[in-house]
């Protein structure tokens, strides 16, 4: 194979940073791989709108079959976005029997198992780098660089979006909603900003990782999710005090009953996405801004950490044109699935329910600041046995409703919320309990 031709399906943000990308490395990737490479057509939906790079208008096409059909295409990169439209792209490109990349997490969340079978059935790959932490490769890592160890617990700052929104309320001690309209100003966040401060973003990624991670497909609806909105800055100096800092995490975690080394046994994983306090002096504590990192734990490397731009038009680039390599090394060799999409190797594996997973926690109250306040509540905690590790009642307020701060030893989800329920239906407390969870990494 002398040229390999990438049809791009998408000029925008990521098309057009690919089409740049490739154009000023074309010469450094074709020495390195021994082919030569380009862009042969792209599709978009206007001719005329901005695009963060120009690609040559003779390139353009508004209908994307062209880029799929083309007998010159050999590889297709699906950078539109969205379930519906782009699942088709990404299903005629395979059943032509041509490689495709994509960075749609959304679309290989919720279709995933259906994508990686037809690549399956067509004898051909899809690529998916550029859809988890941009320009960390992640993907590649885990499938790849630690095929040869259990991938006991990975932690995850996917979101980068929620990242800079919770980095600068814990460095300037802002409010939420200050910050995420701010934000929103400087093009870090969304007009409609759900999808990332929500957790729905990080779900999506959290849920590829863990399935690459675990071999079992996990469905979305497996995945429990609570985003940012709830975090105050009051929890952020309240978590500060005592040696804390709020991340959301993305958390992959093989649990206590799922032993690494027999294959009969039905895997069990929690999967979620939530913020979390983290000891101030872990390393992804010190992950700030926009960035992204992942924390993966091998049961035969140990410790390893991956950071970088989650996302941008440069970054994501980077993560397509490592695919784009990568699918034209197995054209040029005729070794299609050398290392497949995604492999179920633990078909019966599953997801832990939130309600039986364990974890410390951080939880604010608002009480009445008279005496026997404390008694009641730690009588209802007592009865669910559930342990009290330390209690913080700040001096010097003079509201009749005052915050008490409890850190509770590992107890289950379900038993805390069950207790709180009844904590939250004493006459001296007031509003709804904050339960943010405590993740020491142990
Ligand atoms: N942006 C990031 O930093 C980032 C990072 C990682 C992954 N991703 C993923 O990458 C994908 C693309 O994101 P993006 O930010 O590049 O989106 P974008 O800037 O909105 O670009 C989407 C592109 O798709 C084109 N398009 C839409 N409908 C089309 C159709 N029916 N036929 C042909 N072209 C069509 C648009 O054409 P026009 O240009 O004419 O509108 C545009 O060029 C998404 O799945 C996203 O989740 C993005």
Known sequence: MQQANLGLIGGGTVGSGVYHALTRNAALLTSRIGVGLGVRKVAVKAFDEPRPYSIPRRL??????????????????????????????????????????????????????????????????????????????????????????????????????????????????????????????????????????????????????????????????????????????????????????????????????????????????????????????????????????????????GDTLFYGRGAGKDATASAVLSDFADAVLDLKCGSVNRVPAFVSHEVNGSVVPIDKVVSRYFVRLRVADIPGTLARITRILGDARIGISSVIQPEGQRETFVPLILMLHESPYGAVCAAFEKIRALQVVKGKPVILRVETFG
């Open 60 to 301: 353009m096409t508004t209908t994307w079959q062209e880029v799929v059909n083309d007998p010159e295409v050999h590889v297709v990169a699906e950078l539109v976005g969205g379930t519906s439209v782009a699942r088709t792209m990404i299903l005629e490109a395979l059943k032509l029997g041509k490689p495709v990349i994509t960075a749609n997490k959304a679309l290989l969340s919720k279709h995933g198992e259906e994508l990686f079978a037809t690549a399956q059935r067509h004898k051909t790959n899809l690529y998916y780098e550029a859809s988890v932490c941009g320009g960390i490769p992640i993907i590649k890592s885990l499938r790849e660089g630690f095929v040869g160890n259990q991938i006991t617990h990975l932690y995850g700052i996917v979101n980068g979006t929620c990242n800079y929104i919770l980095t600068r309320m814990s460095r300037e001690g802002a409010e939420f909603d200050a910050v995420l309209k701010e934000a929103q100003a400087l093009g870090y966040a969304e007009a409609e900003p759900s999808l990332d401060i929500d957790g729905f973003d990080a779900q999506h990624k959290t849920g590829i990782l863990a399935s690459l991670a675990h071999g079992f497909w996990v469905d979305p609806k497996d995945i429990y999710v609570e985003g940012i909105r709830s975090v105050t800055r009051q929890d952020m100096e309240f978590a500060a005090k005592l040696g804390y800092t709020i991340k959301l995490l993305g958390m992959v975690k093989m649990t206590a009953q799922a032993p690494a080394n027999r294959k009969s046994d039905r895997r069990q994983v929690q999967v979620s996405v939530y913020p979390a306090l983290i000891p101030s002096s872990h390393v992804l504590a010190s992950v700030g801004d926009v960035f992204n990192a992942v924390f993966v734990r091998g049961d035969v490397v």
